[in-house]
């Protein structure tokens, strides 16, 4: 049975930083897509990032190039986001979400691309 547990969010101010982390279960990270998604107050759920056994191994929105960085560590099962210089806009709950094949430009952003969901860590960003 393959299951997600975030974990990591939590409250830190403007400019601070934050690492997520997303243990998975039922599969190993040797030919699949794990991504970040975002969901603000009243808003959409959107991608954020994502990382693949294909190539290009990781993607980023727009919104947070060069602030956010996910890595994975196969040996224990669990795909991170580190979350640096955060925004207010920043706030919301985070899901990862896996499938079990690498996914693409095109793909990687999408939710219906994705098989699993976990339940999702909270993020406020505020003074």
């Known amino acids: 049975q393959v299951q997600l547990v975030e974990s990591g969010g939590g409250l830190v101010q403007p400019g601070g930083s934050l690492r997520l982390s997303c243990a998975a279960s039922?599969?190993?990270?040797?030919?699949?897509?794990i991504g970040w998604f975002h969901q603000g107050p009243g808003k959409e759920r959107e991608g954020v990032s994502c990382?693949?056994?294909?190539?290009?191994?990781?993607y980023y929105a727009d919104s947070v190039k060069g602030r956010f960085t996910i890595s994975s560590d196969n040996a224990k099962n669990t795909v991170y986001l580190q979350m640096n210089s955060l925004k207010p806009e920043d706030t919301g709950v985070y899901y990862c979400?896996?499938?079990?094949?690498?996914?693409?430009?095109?793909?990687?952003?999408?939710?219906?691309?994705?098989?699993?969901w976990g339940q999702g860590t909270q993020v406020t960003v505020s003074s």
């Open positions: 979400a896996a499938v079990l094949r690498p996914l693409y430009y095109d793909s990687w952003y999408r939710l219906w691309a994705y098989d699993y």
């Open positions: 039922g599969f190993t990270l040797d030919y699949y897509a």
């Open positions: 990382i693949s056994s294909g190539d290009p191994s990781t």
